[in-house]
């Protein structure tokens, strides 16, 4: 039963980091391809994220739509990638014309697949999280002695134990 919680509680904890941005890609997608508009973007700046193994950038674009100035980031990548962005002159964002906060940039937009709805990509974030959840939780279950055997100290009937002798049986 510890076992199970444990899961529980490592599983929701990934499901929750997975299961939010997915779900918040797959409804900007969705609410952009109902009333797409594209506008020409500049940078704006470069966020750097120091990791143990490496660093990750997110390269920032400012976009104009009807003489307000607004703000779209490119997922999570690597130095390369941030350069690649940065050296562009200009960058096309994919904009909601009903609400131009709402915005991906175009090759995100373009590469999105059509099809995909908020059940699919969190059935697909839970497997991925279940996926990751399970060793996490074993490995810890192992480490707190949950999993491994209790060892017993094994008794060899004689004539002298109480399963013999009718001491402590109920109505003798």
């Known amino acids: 039963m510890k076992f199970i919680a444990l899961l ?3 599983f929701s904890g990934i499901f929750y980091f997975f299961g939010s941005e997915e779900k918040e890609r797959v409804e900007t997608m969705a609410s952009v391809a109902k009333a797409p508009g594209f ?3 500049t940078l704006d700046g470069i966020t750097k994220t120091a990791g143990k193994r490496h660093d990750s950038y997110r390269v920032h674009f400012k976009y104009v739509v009807n003489g307000v100035a607004y703000r779209t980031t490119t997922t999570s990548t690597d130095e390369a990638g941030a350069r690649q962005y940065a050296t562009e ?3 096309e964002v994919a904009y909601d014309t009903r609400k131009p906060s709402v915005a991906t940039l175009r ?5 999105r697949d059509k099809r995909e709805t908020v059940p699919r990509a969190l059935f697909v974030a839970g497997v991925l999280s279940m996926g990751l ?3 996490i939780a074993l490995g810890l279950a192992w480490r ?4 491994r055997r209790k060892k017993t100290i094994g008794l060899t009937p004689s004539l002298h134990t109480p399963a013999t002798t009718g001491i402590n ?3 003798a």
């Open 144 to 147: 707190l002695g949950w999993l």
């Open 169 to 171: 049986r109920p109505g």
């Open 89 to 91: 002159p200009v960058v």
């Open 107 to 111: 090759r995100y937009y373009d590469l």
């Open 39 to 41: 506008v020409q973007a």
């Open 8 to 10: 529980l509680v490592i």
């Open 133 to 135: 959840a399970l060793p």
